[in-house]
């Protein structure tokens, strides 16, 4: 099983540029989730998509824009680069009927903004 | 009051000994704690969970202690393992967190000494 596959898992950008980070699950969740982790910041929600068709604000959304694009994929772009946004890039998909919520991880898209 | 405070940030334990972590939370309304383990280069992934209505739950070596009075919980590692090297996020949320309200502690990164 694939799980949560996230590409790309490395991209350099340049301030002011533009970029779509994927994400698809496998696993027929409703819930889907992106995140950043900075160091020594722990896990920080950007947008998350309780059911496909809806999506919802988290503590960090500026700067970012999602879309639930069917069922099995959430995508978050950065239109206009900004170093801040240098991190790595966490998407995760639950269900409710699972193991208390569980949250399944994608493997991260590390980001770099010059 | 929504966040969640995880100590030691780093920890170095020898191997066969018994790591600790803890967190603390302010938000009596949180009734869900899970602790989530990442190894370097993956995502996270849930390791145990504990509801309220238990003061420790054990999963093999794994042993989550929760002090609703003190609004406490810890993660105890028996016999702590090289394999076991990794970061550590406590989290909590009010339910399941399925929508988007798990809030995680900033990581505590153990190193288990061979």
């Known amino acids: 099983n694939a799980g949560v596959t996230q590409t790309p898992k490395f991209q350099v950008l340049k301030t002011g540029q533009s970029m779509t980070l994927q994400c698809a699950q496998d696993m027929n969740h409703n819930s889907m989730y992106w995140y950043r982790q900075d160091p020594g910041m722990g896990l920080r929600l950007i947008y998350y998509s309780a059911s496909e068709g809806t999506t919802d604000k988290g503590e960090v959304p500026n700067g970012y824009n999602v879309s639930r694009l069917n069922k099995r994929e959430f995508s978050l772009r950065l239109e206009s680069a900004a170093p801040s946004q240098t991190s790595v890039y966490f998407c995760?998909?639950?269900?409710?009927?699972?193991?208390?919520?569980?949250?399944?991880f994608g493997e991260g898209s590390r980001l770099t903004v010059l | 009051q929504q966040q969640v405070k995880q100590s030691p940030q780093s920890l170095i334990v020898q191997k066969g000994g018994i790591s600790i972590i803890n967190c603390a939370y302010e938000?009596?309304?949180?009734?869900?704690f899970p602790w989530y383990q990442q190894f370097p280069g993956k995502g996270p992934a849930l390791l145990i969970a504990?509801?309220?209505?238990?003061s420790e739950k054990k999963e093999g070596r794994f042993t989550i202690s929760f002090n609703k009075s003190a609004k406490q919980f810890s993660l105890h590692i028996m016999d702590s393992q090289p394999g076991d090297s990794a970061t550590y996020f406590c989290a909590a949320s009010i339910g399941i967190g399925s929508q988007g309200n798990l809030i995680f502690g900033k990581g505590t990164k153990l190193s288990v000494k061979p």
């Open positions: 504990i509801r309220p209505d238990v």
């Open positions: 938000n009596t309304a949180f009734d869900y």
């Open positions: 995760a998909s639950s269900d409710a009927s699972g193991r208390l919520g569980e949250l399944f």
